[in-house]
Nanobody
Framework: QLAFVESGGGLVQPGGSLRLSCAAS????????IGWFRQAPGKEHEGVSC????????YYADSAKGRFTISIDNAKNTVYLQMNSLKPEDTAVYYC?????????????????WGQGTQVTVSS
């Protein structure tokens, strides 16, 4: 049974950093297409960053470019999202998800399995 456990969220001041973790079980993250998504209050899910299991290519939403970094630690079977220079508009519940179609399109509709999410709040 595929499962994710996200962690690393919390309250941080604007300009601060957080590293989100997504520990996978029931499958290996190696060669999988995995993404980070978020849902802010009153808004729909949006893709933040994805990594293709086919060729390792990376996608970042415009809002994440230059500030967020997605990475995989195969030994720990974990996917990370390093978030720097956080802004209040980054406040959301962050989810990781897996699905082969994420290799081509980093959108929530094509993800197959989701974690339970971790809350990130950026506020002074």
């Amino acid at each position: 049974q595929l499962a994710f456990v996200e962690s690393g969220g919390g309250l941080v001041q604007p300009g601060g950093s957080l590293r989100l973790s997504c520990a996978a079980s029931g499958f290996t993250v190696d060669y999988r297409s995995i993404g980070w998504f978020r849902q802010a209050p009153g808004k729909e899910h949006e893709g933040v960053s994805c990594i293709s299991g086919r060729d390792g290519s990376l996608y970042y939403a415009d809002s994440a470019k230059g500030r967020f970094t997605i990475s995989i630690d195969n030994a720990k079977n974990t996917v990370y999202l390093q978030m720097n220079s956080l802004k209040p508009e980054d406040t959301a519940v962050y989810y990781c998800a897996v699905g082969p179609k994420l290799s081509r399109l980093c959108v929530p509709d094509v993800a197959d399995y989701w974690g339970q999410g971790t809350q990130v709040t950026v506020s002074s």
